[in-house]
């Protein structure tokens, strides 16, 4: 941030708050499908709500003052934005690992998710 690029740390903010969405929808979109698990949201929803939530308001703090090398504050803002980025990237990877992870091992399922052996009424 101080070797003085800062036109391509606006737009690394920019792609920042693009993913942050990006995830903010996905954790929304995953928690209405059929084919979710609930163990993979217990363990990788709150950090991926609270990274994308903390990507969004950084970037956006941070894009809305003026970026100089010089300033702690913008250090602070883009080391923050940077924080939240990969909290969000990290948790997003592992809840799709463990989506996967356990919609492989569930066996056969009848399309929602829900398995052939048990009682369970599906949700759709």
Not at 24 to 34: D, M, P
Not at 60 to 75: H, K, Y
Not at 105 to 120: A, D, L, M, T
């Amino acid at each position: 941030f101080f070797l003085g690029l800062l036109a391509s740390f606006q737009t690394a903010l920019f792609i920042i708050l693009a993913i942050a969405v990006i995830s903010l929808f996905l954790l929304i979109n995953c928690l209405n499908s059929c084919y979710t698990r609930q163990e993979c949201f217990e363990e990788y929803g709150i950090c991926i709500l609270t990274g994308a939530i903390g990507s969004i308001i950084s970037s956006v703090l941070a894009l809305s003052f003026t970026l100089t090398t010089g300033s702690i504050l913008s250090a602070i803002l883009v080391g923050l934005a940077a924080f939240f980025f990969i909290l969000t990237l990290v948790s997003t990877i592992g809840l799709i690992i463990c989506l996967l992870n356990v919609n492989s091992r569930s066996g056969e399922n009848n399309g929602c998710g829900c398995n052939n052996n048990n009682n369970s009424i599906c949700k759709f």
